[in-house]
């Protein structure tokens, strides 16, 4: 009985990192960051690199709970949440179905439009329709429909891999081509000029949005180099926006972070055109925790150190629905 205790108040943690995605680097640096944060504070943990061994390498370990610090594909999207549900272990951050719909930003959109929350305008080309018509004449389309400028995105991609920025019609078929290496479906968005504003939001059923952070760079576009290279961008803490903004903000933030069924923690990125309006552009359910990562700032400007932050989402993962 004492034993079981003891385990309950103070798990063996598996730090799972890394993976096979093409946001692998990343990952074993926001696991890295977890696992010496769990150190810190005291508690028995192991990293494990995410690979097709993993159930094996899970039970050696013997641990108790997950810290899932995996981005991308087979991490970010409910795969691995779906194996540990099967083995009945508990992890940090959404389930299934949350991350399955927060990894796909058409599906994201598709709910967020639902909920009656604001979006740019969009439309979706699948790879097969856009080669049997011919990529040139599928971007005549586009343009015609939808006009410029624009951002097509690889839907089920992080850390702006597999995104384009279009600014003419003739990079459109190109821009259409890229996506379409990671993605059988490709996103084409309205591009709506304005302040860059991410929200990060903690917690289970009466979820907090902390403070809001506007994303200045060094190049005018927040891309995978600006995103991971220290000194390229810029955290301004809080916005350069009016307060009632920023409110509105933080509340759409929790909105969509509940449509989804988020748990844990999720980053709702927005931007707010020169009007003030903001729109939602995606979710990500497994923010980095790299020394560069938005979510450690966020919290940090609320007052929660980066060790305390990893703790209060193991306690997160334990709740009960």
């Known amino acids: 009985m004492i034993a079981a205790e003891v385990k309950t108040l103070a798990p063996k943690i598996g730090v799972l990192m890394g993976g096979t995605s093409s946001e692998r680097d990343v990952s074993l640096r926001t696991g890295d960051a977890v696992y010496k944060a769990l150190v810190t504070k005291g508690y028995t943990a192991v990293k494990i690199d995410v690979g097709p061994d993993l159930v094996e390498r899970i039970k050696e370990a013997g641990i108790d709970l997950a810290f899932l610090a995996l981005h991308?594909?087979?991490?970010?999207?409910?795969?691995?949440?779906?194996l540990l549900e099967v083995l009945g272990l508990p992890y940090t951050g959404s389930g299934?179905?949350?991350?399955?719909?927060?990894?796909n930003k058409i599906a994201t959109k598709k709910i967020i439009l639902f909920e009656g929350l604001p979006t740019p305008l969009f439309k979706t080309i699948k790879r097969r329709e856009a080669r049997e018509a011919g990529l040139e004449l599928m971007a005549d389309r586009i343009y015609q429909e939808m006009g410029l400028p624009l951002v097509v995105k690889a839907p089920t991609q992080g850390s702006t891999i597999g995104i384009s920025f279009v600014q003419r019609r003739e990079a459109l078929a190109g821009a259409l081509e890229l996506a379409?290496?990671?993605?059988?479906?490709?996103?084409v968005e309205q591009f709506i000029e304005g302040i860059e504003i991410t929200a990060a939001v903690l917690g289970n059923d009466n979820p907090v949005a902390l403070p809001l952070i506007e994303i200045v760079t060094a190049t005018g576009v927040y891309d995978y180099e600006t995103k991971y290279t220290a000194g390229l961008s810029?955290?301004?803490?809080?916005?350069?926006?009016?307060?009632?903004?920023?409110?509105?903000?933080?509340?759409?933030?929790?909105?969509?972070?509940?449509?989804?069924?988020?748990r844990g923690l999720a980053r709702v990125d927005f931007i707010m055109d020169r009007g003030g309006s903001p729109y939602i552009l995606e979710v990500n359910t497994?923010?980095?925790m790299t020394a560069t990562s938005?979510?450690?700032?966020?919290?940090?400007?609320?007052?929660?150190?980066?060790?305390?932050?990893?703790?209060?989402?193991?306690?997160l993962s334990m709740e009960k629905d």
Request: proline residues 9%.
């Open 234 to 262: 810029d955290h301004i803490i809080p916005p350069r926006i009016p307060e009632e903004r920023q409110d509105f903000i933080k509340d759409l933030a929790v909105r969509t972070y509940k449509a989804l069924g988020c």
């Open 72 to 82: 991308g594909k087979y991490g970010e999207d409910g795969c691995i949440q779906g």
């Open 180 to 187: 379409f290496k990671y993605d059988p479906e490709a996103l």
């Open 96 to 103: 299934v179905l949350a991350s399955a719909l927060a990894m």
């Open 286 to 288: 497994i923010p980095g």
């Open 294 to 315: 938005l979510f450690p700032d966020a919290a940090k400007a609320a007052g929660i150190e980066f060790p305390d932050l990893i703790e209060k989402l193991l306690n």
